[in-house]
């Protein structure tokens, strides 16, 4: 089976409903299965062949989802590109993902070979050929490259296939959305390129209708929410901090004009007075999923009747058809309360890195178990607590914010020296990206932070930048950053 099958077979089905939904502008099932047709048909005639790699850099909306399923028809690749990255971060990947093609809504922020502004999309379906797009590739080739950063070394893209995207759908229809109808409706107001996406298709094959958000906000959210009364949506926890924030979600909760059946969230560990305070808002909805961008979005999940106060702190148990293990470093499984890696192995995970053969070796064990890096213990009743991820990586927002990334950032400037940089726990934002650096002139924080805006999307700019005389060195068993981290907050407790 291809993902374009079931596209085709959704707009046979559901034809005339509404299967995309952005302000005013509705696509069918059966406008949307064409639409996808003949972009796919496009693209090729454009001269990108099956296999070619494809970045698109479009914000959240029906265009982008368009040509992410015109690629998938077509036999391209897609390489997505997170709008709030700078030029700068858009050219490496697609430089590494090597490209020939790249559809883009405002500046291109490289030279590809077959370069597509978004405003040309309408008159490329219109021109092209009608009749299905139909190029049938392999389960095990490359469907779509996620982007994800490394605590060394630069971002890699971790490969998807066939085969992963298809079970990922599965896992989401049998563990966290098992109720979908065609009157179901999907609300998107996280980015498209990151979890959000991977909501398209479990509801565009019952059926259901995806609303699209351009952007996150509590209004946005609840307008979009109660317009089109939403029954599913997916939030990263900063998400949840803000909507609790906002009066109004309270009000349009107690005033039923809200018809949330399922909240997910995920992505970040969370804090529990918030998801307490969101369940007592907005009811016993919220379903958590734990997941990376090598195991997309399933790994495990807590539902929301497993949301007890003693739960609160756990991350749930597997889906039922993803295996979950925690190992010591010797690779000995582990039992209840024994504290190891979390490794995860099932058709939805990676394929293997983007020509990175070293860090799949590492990643990747030869029977499919995946290491995930993160650090957890199982407790007696079968449920994952996670403790902390083996690397340093920050959580902000739901991005992941790659502490070497940021140093690299900051050591360009000609006064720094040295940098080290950590997560500060806060409420809204999960962690605060903050820095500590020696620089070896006079030299403002402000000013070392107007350098990095240039350099780095706004959600890796360290918020503060402290100016050290020193930074500890690396003491036996303990990393530079976690030393630099502690001494942070101990100064904050005292
Ligand atoms: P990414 O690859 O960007 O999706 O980030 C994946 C990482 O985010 C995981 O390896 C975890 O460290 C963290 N993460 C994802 N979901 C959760 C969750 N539900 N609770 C705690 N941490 C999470």
Aim: proline share 7%; charged share 25%.
């Amino acid at each position: 089976m291809q993902i374009g099958d079931l596209i085709r077979r959704a707009g046979r089905q559901f034809g005339a409903a509404p299967a995309l939904i952005d302000g005013e502008r509705v696509v069918t099932f059966a406008e949307f299965d064409e639409l996808t047709d003949r972009l796919g048909t496009a693209l090729l005639a454009r001269g990108l062949a099956p296999g070619d790699r494809v970045a698109v850099l479009m914000p959240n909306g029906i265009d982008g989802v368009v040509v992410y399923y015109a690629l998938a028809k077509s036999g391209l690749v897609r390489v997505p590109l997170n709008v709030r990255e700078t030029p700068h971060e858009h050219a490496y990947k697609i430089e590494d993902s090597q490209a020939r093609g790249l559809v883009h809504a405002g500046e291109a922020p490289a030279e590809v070979e077959i370069a597509i502004p978004a405003d040309d999309l309408p008159a490329l379906i219109a021109g092209a050929a009608p009749g299905p797009c139909d190029v049938r590739r392999d389960q095990d080739a490359p469907l779509r490259l996620a982007y994800t950063g490394g605590t060394t070394g630069r971002p890699k893209a971790v490969v998807l296939t066939t085969r992963s995207e298809l079970a990922e759908v599965a896992n989401f229809l049998v563990d966290l959305l098992p109720n979908l109808r065609p009157d179901s409706v999907m609300l998107h107001a996280a980015p498209i390129t990151h979890g959000s996406g991977a909501f398209f298709l479990p509801h565009l094959v019952k059926g259901a209708a995806n609303v699209i958000v351009p952007k996150f906000s509590p209004a946005a959210f609840l307008e979009a929410a109660q317009k089109h009364r939403a029954t599913s949506t997916f939030v990263v926890p900063t998400m949840i901090a803000m909507l609790l924030e906002d009066p109004a979600t309270a009000a349009a909760s107690s005033s039923g004009a809200l018809a949330l059946e399922r909240l997910c969230y995920g992505g970040a560990p969370i804090a529990t007075t918030v998801l307490q305070r969101g369940i007592d808002v907005l009811g016993p909805v919220f379903a958590q999923l734990y997941g990376q961008a090598e195991a997309p979005l399933a790994i495990t999940c807590l539902q929301p009747w497993e949301h007890t106060p003693e739960r609160l702190t756990s991350a749930g148990k597997p889906y039922t058809f993803v295996e979950v293990d925690i190992r010591d470093a010797e690779g000995r499984s582990l039992g209840v309360d024994q504290v190891g890696e979390v490794l995860t192995r099932g058709p939805h995970t990676m394929d293997h890195y983007w020509r990175r053969p070293e860090a799949t070796a590492e990643t990747k064990e030869p029977d499919g178990w995946l290491h995930t890096g993160d650090i957890g213990r199982w407790d007696a009743d079968g449920y994952l607590h996670l403790l902390d991820r083996r690397h340093d990586v920050i959580i902000s927002g739901g991005f992941n914010v790659y502490p070497r990334e940021v140093e690299d950032a900051l050591l360009a400037h000609p006064a720094v020296v040295e940098a080290a940089v950590v997560g500060i726990p806060d409420e809204k934002w999960g962690e605060r990206v903050t820095a500590a650096v020696v620089t070896r002139a006079e030299v403002g924080a402000d000013e070392i932070r107007d350098f990095c805006a240039g350099r780095l999307a706004g959600f890796k700019r360290p918020r503060a930048v402290e100016i050290w005389p020193d930074l500890p060195t690396s003491p036996v068993g303990k990393s530079l950053r976690r030393e630099v981290r502690d001494r942070m907050l101990s100064r904050k407790d005292a």
